[in-house]
């Protein structure tokens, strides 16, 4: 099902010069957004409409974005379910139909999906952008790593995003116009971050906020580097407003600096006026006392411990993330907890 809107920031049948938040003057183009309403989107699709361009937003449900904005009236809406379709051979040749100059997949998980959309869009557009992850690098050889370091990832997300990103980049390679940007951890209002313990049990904000002890695993020194979303957005507004620059390369997207546990621990008890009072245990011991799931979900990001280099999408991209990772964090909790309390 398709809404059709018109962007009125655009003329009609005119190509204009507008001026984008990246500081760049960028040509007006259509762009298609595939995952258009989830966590990157909903801020990424008001960047892209205020900045002059004409939006297809994709989703495979009619649902909202997570915060609302005026520029989604000037959105065409698509509703297309990805993985029916591509079972079916018909996603890609949906997609192409759409005539976006760009196209940004942000719900792209697998080598074959990768392909298929590449196969129906091959000289049909103009920028191709792809949304990785930093999890592709596996567990750090150093802090911090730029997007040279080592393709060693683990776990079923990693490995697959990897091999996207291989395929897209031997794509661009033979000329197809793929981007790829590696986000950390993406946060924003509307869900959960992670927490000081590494998992997602909002939990552990509420018993900060109480004064109660908080258990960390082993010496709390792992690393996050939490990401807002809209700076997630903003790094994908830049690359399409520099093709050159972003074609046939990946950028890590993240926090100019990831922030250790206990750090975090400490921060987020201020924002209630409390000291933190952290304990401290080690791995075998501290899995005990939490689900397995959540031990799960900590175990990946204490094994990962990111610190991951902006240094190349800064200078390429000129992208400059408005938030620090305790910021980040700090603007979720806070959506949280007005919605709880």
Known sequence: MVARRANPLVTP???RIIRGSCNRQTVSMR??????????????????VGAGHTVTAVSRASRQPYHEAI????????????????????????IAALRGDVVVDLICFTRSSAEHLVSALHDRVELFAHCGTLWVHGVPRSRPYDETAPREPFGEYG????????FLLEAAAGG?????????HITGPGWAPINPAGHLDVGVFDALARGDVVRLPDDGLATLQHVHADDVAQAFECAISTPGASIGEAFHVAADEPVTMRAYAEAAAQWFGRA??????????????????????TR????????????????????????TAI???????????????
């Open 71 to 94: 520029e989604w009236d000037a959105v065409e809406r698509v509703t297309l379910d990805r993985t029916a379709m591509e079972a079916d051979g018909t996603f890609g040749q949906a």
């Open 13 to 15: 049948g005119k190509l």
């Open 300 to 323: 990946d990001h204490v094994l990962h411990s990111p610190h991951a280099s902006i240094a190349k999408a800064r200078r390429r991209l000129g992208f400059a993330p408005r938030y």
């Open 176 to 184: 197809f116009p793929a981007t790829i940007l590696h986000p950390g």
């Open 159 to 166: 490995i697959r995003k990897a091999e996207i990103e291989r």
């Open 327 to 341: 910021e980040a964090a700090r603007e979720a909790v806070a959506a949280l907890r007005h919605i709880r309390y």
């Open 276 to 297: 933190a009072r952290l304990e401290y245990s080690p791995w075998d011991d501290w899995r005990t006392g939490v689900s397995e799931r959540d031990a799960a979900i």
């Open 31 to 48: 762009i298609v957004i595939i995952g258009a309403t989830g966590h990157i989107g909903t801020w990424l699709v008001p960047r892209l």
